[in-house]
């Protein structure tokens, strides 16, 4: 009995110590992302952020005060522990658990994520790439980073295949695209691509907006994918493509790199690089949100 409560002792001292103390580590650089969230309710036409205490005291629960429960309650915790043998004073918010990757940043917004071509249609293929290929991996991983942080995701194609019927017009399938958009009311429509020049020492990254329109959420994408990447800043530039020019709410259309060069191709097919991409669009419509 005596060495049980030893053991739960430091147990809890390494919890405390694993849990806890990273958090305080982090505090300073999620600060800024806690703050731009609670400012954001203020926001014309943001409505995601008035449930943020709440999102923030669950995430404190499932994180750190559920755990230590567990422990003193063999497993039984709940959230209404009356008779609890731990006085458990609760974390102020703004503590810095919230991280940009499950605060729910995003709750409440639709976001359409289109990997570029598809089935018949590859797209770009050079140096071993397949463009449809880069533009599906980096598209299902940021669905998922968007899913956790609470948007609704709807991605026109989740698999290599033409997202209008095999057959269709390439005005078709790009109809398509937009219609989903369309009809989903999103909030943001997201379009990835990969590119290709007949010059192949032409390398680097750059994102499209629709002529004419704002360029906020281009800009913010493209600098943190440079951010994220390192890759070379090719700019942002107003386009007339036809799921920018067709779609009403704020959209873009990224070009990772370039297939037509052979370091960038090499990078595109790589695992961890596709990531970073995927991590700088998130991170920058993440910002576009809260700003
Ligand atoms: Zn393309």
Do not use: C, W
Not at 91 to 117: E, Y
Not at 160 to 173: H, I, N
Not at 250 to 272: C, H, Q, T, Y
Request: overall charge neutral.
């Amino acid at each position: 009995m005596y060495s049980n409560k030893i053991l739960v002792l430091a147990m809890l001292f390494v919890l405390v110590f694993n849990i806890i103390a990273p958090v305080q580590v982090s505090y300073a650089a999620s600060l800024d992302n806690v703050i731009g969230t609670l400012g954001a309710s203020t926001v014309q036409g943001y409505d995601g952020g008035s449930n943020v205490f709440e999102k923030i005291f669950d995430l404190l629960f499932d994180k750190i005060l559920g755990p230590i429960l567990n422990i003193f309650g063999g497993g039984k915790a709940t959230t209404t522990t009356p008779n609890s043998p731990v006085k458990v004073t609760p974390l102020p918010p703004n503590d810095g658990t919230v991280s940009n990757g499950d605060s729910g940043v995003l709750r409440g917004k639709t976001i359409v994520v289109d990997p570029g071509h598809g089935g018949s249609n590859p797209g770009a293929v050079d140096n071993g790439t397949k463009e449809a290929d880069n533009n599906l991996a980096v598209s299902l991983k940021l669905r998922d980073k968007l899913t956790r942080a609470g948007a609704k995701v709807v991605m026109t194609r989740e698999t290599d295949r033409t997202v209008a019927p095999e057959g269709s017009s390439l005005g078709q399938e790009l109809a398509k695209r937009v219609d989903i958009a369309e009809n989903n009311n999103a909030d943001m429509f997201v379009s990835v691509h990969s590119n290709s020049n007949p010059d192949p020492s032409i390398y680097g990254t750059m994102t499209f907006f629709p002529s004419g329109k704002s360029s906020k959420l281009a800009l913010e994408v493209q600098d943190n994918i440079i951010r994220e990447t390192g890759a070379v800043d090719k700019g942002t530039s107003p386009a007339t493509f036809y799921v920018l020019r067709n779609t009403t709410m704020p959209s873009i259309l990224v070009e990772m790199g370039f297939v037509s060069n052979p370091n960038e191709a090499i990078k595109l097919r790589d695992d961890s690089y596709r990531n970073k991409i995927a991590q700088g669009i998130f991170n920058g419509i993440v910002k576009y949100f809260n700003s």
